[in-house]
């Protein structure tokens, strides 16, 4: 792919993961679409960013449907996209409660952003997705792993690993994976672990060399650790 004339719509953009690809995408040249909940760092993030590259940001939430349309339109005028990453995604409650205390109308929340909105945005961008386009589905271990006090969260993002296997298979066309990212030293990282130290996780920036390898490269749809892809690579 020609990187000066791609581009990569990354939702959750404003900090963590999001941000570190979305920047080192920029110093690459592709063109990008960012969006975020967050309207005041999403600005500072195109303000870094927008004399590297064209880049349209779009501050709102994935589950709002006009939204969508918004970015849809985007990839519209931008000529269509060759990356999707969907990196967007809710906690929920901090602490994690266990199961059997945990609010429904919260857990309906996390589903509906985690799951839901994730196909919703696919959805809306489908008719832009050009041929061998790259989806990016960003998950976590606590979509394979039953960790106590992860039980909303972790079951979310288990159903969207899930979408995204199905996903891959009714569309051969397009390179899908589901991408596990790995402990980061992030504010939602932070926010899972309250009052704790999480200095010892690694930043966010470890991470974006395997993600890099897969929008880069013809690896084949399916389940990846992105710190393993790299190490992979390099063997």
């Known amino acids: 792919m020609d990187r000066e004339n791609q581009t990569v719509l990354i939702t959750g953009a404003s900090r963590g993961l999001g941000f570190a690809l979305a920047r080192s995408l920029a110093h690459q040249g ?25 880049v349209i940001a779009i501050p709102g939430g994935i589950q709002d449907a006009a939204h969508r349309y918004q970015l849809a339109q985007a990839a519209h005028r931008l000529g269509g996209l060759d990356v999707l990453v969907n990196n967007a995604s809710l906690l929920g409650p901090s602490p994690q409660p266990e199961l059997l205390d945990y609010p429904l109308d919260t857990l309906a929340e996390v589903y509906q952003i985690n799951v839901i909105s994730q196909l919703g945005v696919m959805q809306a961008v489908r008719q832009f997705l050009k041929p061998g386009a790259r989806l990016l589905n960003i998950t976590s271990d606590a979509g394979v792993e039953a960790y106590p006090g ?24 397009w390179k899908v994976y589901w991408v596990d990212p790995g402990d ?7 926010e ?8 010892d996780r690694l930043p966010p920036e470890t991470s974006v060399p ?23 690579a390099i063997g």
């Open 30 to 54: 592709r063109k990008l679409i960012l969006d975020a909940r967050g309207g005041e760092a999403l600005d500072r993030v195109y303000n870094e960013l927008k004399d590297l590259t064209d």
């Open 150 to 173: 992860w039980g909303g969260y972790g079951s979310a993002k288990a159903a969207l690993e899930h979408l995204s296997a199905i996903l891959a298979e009714e569309n051969p066309q």
């Open 210 to 232: 395997g993600l890099l390898r897969l929008i880069q490269g013809d690896l084949p749809s399916g389940r990846y650790r992105a710190r393993e892809v790299v190490q992979e």
């Open 184 to 190: 980061m030293r992030t504010q939602m990282q932070q």
């Open 192 to 199: 899972a672990f309250p009052g704790e130290d999480i200095s």
